[in-house]
Nanobody, 124 residues
Framework: QVQLVESGGGLVQPGGSLRLSCAAS????????MGWYRQAPGKQRESVAT???????NYVSSVRGRFTISRDTAENKIYLQMNSLKAEDTAVYYCTFQVGGYYEGRMYPNIDYWGQGTRVTVSS
């Protein structure tokens, strides 16, 4: 089965930056969306940033202007550049690849792949 491997989390001071990475363990096809979610203790998991197959991006309002999602579809990788980090950004961040549909004449089932999460702590 496909696994997503995340990296880049850690401890950073307020105002600092981190770059998260996520890569699939094997080549996968028919990806129509990829993104980052986060979950803080006692809170619901929320979508932070997404990028669709046509390159369109969306961000939760609290990170807009500070975070940037990007992709390397040839290598099944996504990134999240996080700047001007705030204490409220502290959470476990999860990446997801959403797969399904026709791709080069073949049908792929609708499956969402998730990473195990990488922890981001913003604190002095």
């Amino acid at each position: 089965q496909v696994q997503l491997v995340e990296s880049g989390g850690g401890l950073v001071q307020p105002g600092g930056s981190l770059r998260l990475s996520c890569a699939a363990s094997e080549n996968i096809f028919a990806i129509y969306a990829m993104g980052w979610y986060r979950q803080a203790p006692g809170k619901q998991r929320e979508s932070v940033a997404t990028i669709t197959s046509d390159g369109s991006t969306n961000y939760v309002s609290s990170v807009r202007g500070r975070f940037t999602i990007s992709r390397d579809t040839a290598e099944n990788k996504i990134y999240l550049q996080m700047n001007s980090l705030k204490a409220e950004d502290t959470a476990v961040y999860y990446c997801t690849f959403q797969v399904g549909g026709y791709y080069e004449g073949r049908m792929y089932p609708n499956i969402d792949y998730w990473g195990q999460g990488t922890r981001v702590t913003v604190s002095s």
